[in-house]
T-cell receptor
């Protein structure tokens, strides 16, 4: 069964705008990770946030984690056409060494 | 550091045929995973190995899917016989610890 649920399922914005994707999960986690996938192929790791962290930055990416609400958000600032992809959140459940993925958000950046 | 190697990249077979996928993880990574990703969905874990032992295969359809990791290094995933609904991308990943996962490029399987 899937642990995470992303919202929205699809997002279309203009180049230069910010994109925000949300992820909710069900059980206590060790960490939460965001991945990008182009054209249904390999997954590229973007950023990891541990359960004791609340916010993390990497370049144009900003991730927040609210363990009380069991939710996370990924913000991509100043979007570019190359950001067009599917984005997945994945959780590592406490006590288990495996990634459980959500259904993903399909992001389209319009030039 | 070399990545996770998978082959073949594409495979088209007829239903009821058999197929096998191969994965070579990053050297030293004890944990290896096989995921199935159906178009439009997130990856679903099929099986997890720790060295050459199975840790989790709860979502592996064992009547038709099998996997092995001999010698705790590379791994093969087999489907026999294949069904139309097995059409998907099969992703292999390896990790050293809970914070370092690396995915291969995947094998796209089409069952016709």
């Amino acid at each position: 069964s899937q642990q995470g649920e992303e919202d929205p399922q699809a997002l279309s914005i203009q180049e230069g705008e910010n994109a925000t994707m949300n992820c909710s999960y069900k059980t206590s986690i060790n960490n939460l990770q965001w991945y990008r996938q182009n054209s249904g192929r390999g997954l590229v790791h973007l950023i990891l946030i541990r359960s004791n962290e609340r916010e993390k930055h990497s370049g144009r990416l900003r991730v927040t984690l609210d363990t009380s609400k069991k939710s996370s958000s990924l913000l991509i600032t100043a979007s570019r056409a190359a950001d067009t992809a599917s984005y997945f959140c994945a959780t590592v459940i406490q006590g288990a060494q495996k990634l459980v993925f959500g259904q993903g958000t399909r992001l389209t950046i319009n030039p | 550091e070399a990545g996770v190697a998978q082959s073949p990249r594409y495979k088209i077979i007829e239903k009821r045929q058999s197929v096998a996928f191969w994965c070579n993880p990053i050297s030293g990574h004890a944990t290896l995973y096989w995921y199935q990703q159906i178009l439009g969905q997130g990856p679903k874990l099929l099986i997890q190995f720790q060295n050459n032992g199975v840790v989790d295969d709860s979502q592996l359809p064992k009547d038709r899917f099998s996997a092995e990791r001999l010698k705790g290094v590379d791994s093969t995933l087999k489907i026999q016989p294949a069904k139309l609904e097995d059409s998907a991308v099969y992703l292999c990943a390896s990790s050293l610890r809970v914070e370092g996962y690396t995915f291969g490029s995947g094998t796209r399987l089409t069952v016709v």
